[in-house]
C-alpha cells in the first residue's frame, strides 16, 4: 500500500514536533545535570574540599614540622562519610582526642595558622602582615619555644608578624624572634 502525500506530510509534522520536543527536554536535562553537580553529592562542596585541602595539608606539614621539631604530622583527609578526618603520627596518640593538652594546641596551630595562610592563596596581592591573638595562651612552658619558631617561619613570609598577648613574660621573647 502507497501512503498518500497527506499522511507523510502528517508524518514529518510529528517528528519536528517530536524534535522540538526532544530539544526542549535536552535543555531540561542540561540544566539539572548542571544544577548535579553543582549541588549533588560530586557538587561544588566536594570540588572546593578536592582543591584546596592537598594544599591545606601542605601548610599544616610544614608548620607542624616547625612545632614540633618534625616529630609529629597532621593530615587531614576526607573519609568514606564524606567528612574531614585528622589522621595524626608521631604524636602520643593517633586520634586528636587522645592527644595530650600540649599536642592538640600545637594542632590547633598548626591548622589555624594553615588555614590563614590558604585564605591568602586567593589574593591578588599578598597580605603584608599577620596577626596571631593570644597565641601563648594555651601553651605551657615547654612549647613556647616552638611557638617563637613559628613566629620565624611566618617573618619569612610576611613583612610583619603581630603578635597579641597579656603574658608580661612573653615580652622577652623578643630577643628569640
Do not use: W
Amino acid at each position: 500500500p502507497t501512503r498518500r502525500s497527506s499522511d507523510l506530510e502528517e508524518d514529518g509534522k510529528k517528528i519536528e514536533g517530536l524534535r522540538a520536543k526532544s530539544a526542549g527536554e535536552r535543555k531540561i536535562l542540561n540544566r539539572l545535570t548542571t544544577l548535579d553537580s553543582c549541588l549533588g553529592l560530586e557538587g561544588i562542596q566536594t570540588r572546593i574540599v578536592n582543591k584546596y585541602l592537598p594544599l591545606l595539608n601542605v601548610y599544616i606539614a610544614e608548620f607542624m614540622g616547625v612545632l614540633s621539631d618534625g616529630s609529629m604530622s597532621v593530615n587531614l583527609m576526607i573519609n568514606d562519610k564524606a567528612r574531614i578526618e585528622i589522621v595524626i603520627t608521631g604524636g602520643s596518640a593517633n586520634s586528636f582526642e587522645m592527644l595530650s593538652g600540649g599536642e592538640k594546641t600545637l594542632c590547633r596551630l598548626a591548622v589555624s595558622v594553615s588555614l590563614a595562610m590558604l585564605s591568602f592563596t586567593r589574593c591578588n596581592q599578598k597580605p603584608e602582615f599577620i596577626a596571631l591573638d593570644e597565641l601563648f595562651s594555651s601553651l605551657d612552658e615547654s612549647h613556647v619555644g616552638t611557638a617563637f619558631k613559628l613566629l620565624k617561619k611566618l617573618q619569612d613570609k610576611f613583612a610583619r608578624v603581630i603578635v597579641i598577648s597579656h603574658k608580661a613574660e612573653i615580652k622577652i621573647g623578643r630577643a628569640h624572634v
